[in-house]
């Protein structure tokens, strides 16, 4: 099936600092990307969908100025969190679609854990 | 707005029993259902993806079954191995295109 990478696995930070975390496709083209994130024994939450060329789309309490996102390829969308605090900790999942059916599976990244001190 | 609940949130089990884990949703107007297996600290493995139009989808030992119009699905899992411990999570995509995930359910194999 198709892949879908992240980078970094983990990263750790200071508090203030941004980080950026990179989603890509390996092997298709991905029109729509989708941002997730995952408190400890929760569920995962949507956070924003992006699409190619386009500004990303936020889930209502997600922060557009705080979580960037730039889709600028089909192959590649990046999550920037800026000023990132400790309550920022927490397992972010990127997703990937093939075209724009609602047919489509969307592939999920190996996820990223970021710790913030 | 889609809930996702997925019953029992733990559940130990011996090894080599057949065991069913479910998913009910709240709002029948969905896509596709899909069930995923997280290991701790691990991103997502998809298991399987059941089209709206369709009842069952089976891989291996596992078989999950879609009853759209009473908002539920189950996974079975058959001849449980020490393996199978993970966390299963059990997601819908509605018509508004959201995945909605429901908070999984953590299964330990005894051995």
Known sequence: ?117 | KQEVTQIPAALSVPEGENLVLNCSFTDSAIYNLQWFRQDPGKGLTSLLLIQSSQREQTSGRLNASLDKSSGRSTLYIAASQPGDSATYLCAVRGRDDKIIFGKGTRLHILP
């Open chain 1, 1 to 117: 099936g198709a892949v879908v990478s992240q980078h970094p696995s983990r990263v750790i930070c200071k508090s203030g600092t941004s980080v950026k975390i990179e989603c890509r496709s390996l092997d298709f083209q991905a029109t729509t990307m989708f941002w997730y994130r995952q408190f400890p024994k929760q569920s995962l939450m949507l956070m924003a969908t992006s699409n190619e060329g386009s500004k990303a789309t936020y889930e209502q309490g997600v922060e557009k100025d705080k979580f960037l996102i730039n889709h600028a390829s089909l192959t590649l969308s990046t999550l920037t969190v800026t000023s990132a605090h400790p309550e920022d900790s927490s397992f972010y999942i990127c997703s990937a679609e093939q075209g724009r059916s609602v047919d489509n599976e969307q592939f999920f990244g190996p996820g990223t854990r970021l710790t913030v001190l």
